[in-house]
């Protein structure tokens, strides 16, 4: 190839060198000032820089929850199941059928001697007529119940079998019965409350969870499977109670875990500290979900809070957000609506708080009375 003479070649050279300071030039007027990403950058930082769109994470859809009520005798003298109008009562005022009833039966009524209550079938087909899941909270007692003095019902005896032959009857009911329904039995074991927690009644440390698989092994035994077993210990914010674990019977006897709490307030009966629900419920829950039993759905099976109308409704309707975001493996609700020692736990006392909850339960993520026929045990999460 013919090479060009040393003088065209550095005519050459110059040309180009030119051509190259003229475009880098150019292109620096065109980008000035602060177009390149990093000019952008510190741009944007500066006063009265125009804020550029952020990225916010995408809300959470809700998940679906079954919802209802345990309702006392104030709306129409008698309470649900054996008055099942009242359940239309409290429909009416939250403007959408329940999903979940709930009522509660010891083992027997007690004075001189005790008379064993039986599986209360007509009460649950009640429940189920209605198109809701009964829940029905079950109690190794008498009635009325004693925290210090049940001795017939202690958990040595039920271990021992001493109530075995009620048991296997009620359980046997269960399975002729055959439906679908929560049995929360002996709750809030946690607490010093009931008979049925040990340190009480003279249960000692560590007979619950025996007491527990035996009750279940007899429901085993005779088919009872309709029975989804509810744990439900008591919330528990400041650990006075401490850790779960030691209540915990294993997942092979749980079918749902469970917590109950309330907000009592300066109520005059058993006067506390105002709590969020977040206050409440955030530590019991980490504790169950991470640790105790991180594969099982959760219900709140008693949940309420007293308080003036302003306070209560805010209560609730930020109950109802922290559900939505926070505790999403809560899939069932319960409000305590009765009176209890004349606290006012009742969503009627209160027409704001009524239309905070109405609101809450309005999502359609919170399932009506569309249960009826329901068939299908262990209960799935809706």
């Known amino acids: 190839m013919r090479r060009p003479s040393r003088k065209t070649s550095h005519r050459a050279f110059v040309a180009a060198l030119l051509a190259t300071f003229l475009l880098s030039m150019t292109l620096t007027a065109v980008q000035a000032p602060g177009s390149s990403a990093a000019a952008a950058g510190h741009a944007g930082k500066g006063k009265g820089a125009k804020k550029g769109k952020t990225k916010t994470a995408k809300a959470k859809k809700p998940k679906p929850l079954y919802w209802g009520a345990w309702i006392g005798n104030q709306l129409t003298g008698t309470q649900p199941p054996w008055d099942m109008s009242a359940v239309s009562h409290f429909e009416g005022l939250v403007g959408k059928g329940l999903s979940l009833v709930e009522f509660g039966v010891p083992f027997a009524k007690c004075r001189a001697t005790c008379s064993y209550y039986e599986f209360p079938r007509k009460e649950m087909e009640a429940i189920r007529a209605y198109g809701a899941i009964p829940v029905l909270s079950w109690s190794s007692s008498g009635s009325p119940e004693s925290p210090d003095n049940d001795p017939l019902f202690r958990f040595s005896n039920l271990i021992a079998g001493h109530q075995d032959a009620h048991i296997r009857e009620f359980a046997e009911a269960v399975r002729d019965w055959g439906h679908p329904f929560f049995l929360r039995f002996d709750w809030e074991m946690n607490g010093n409350w009931f008979a049925w927690s040990e340190g009480v009644n003279g249960n000692q440390a560590g007979e619950f969870v025996p007491a527990w698989r035996h009750v279940h092994d007899i429901f085993a035994q005779v088919g009872a499977t309709n029975a989804s077993w509810v744990w439900c210990p008591y919330a528990d914010p400041a650990n006075k109670f401490g850790s779960l674990g030691r209540f ?91 009176f209890d020692r004349g606290i006012d736990w009742p ?30 045990s262990p209960i799935a999460t809706p």
Not at 310 to 319: F, Q
Not at 347 to 372: Q, V
Request: hydrophobic residues 35%.
């Open 347 to 376: 969503l009627e006392t209160s027409p704001r708080a009524a239309r905070a909850f109405a609101k809450g339960i309005r999502h359609r993520s919170f399932r009506p009375n569309s249960y009826a026929t329901i068939s299908s």
């Open 248 to 338: 915990y019977p294993g997942d092979a006897y749980v079918d749902w875990t469970c917590m109950d709490g309330y907000n009592w307030g300066r109520n005059p009966t058993n006067p506390h500290p105002w709590r969020s629900f977040d206050k409440i419920f955030r530590s019991t829950y980490r504790q169950i979900v991470k640790h105790v039993a991180p594969s099982k759905p959760m219900m709140l099976a008693e949940i309420a809070s007293t308080g003036p109308p302003k306070a209560k409704s805010t209560w609730i309707r930020k109950m109802f957000a922290a559900l939505a975001t926070d505790y999403r493996r809560i899939r069932a609700l319960i409000w305590f609506d009765q």
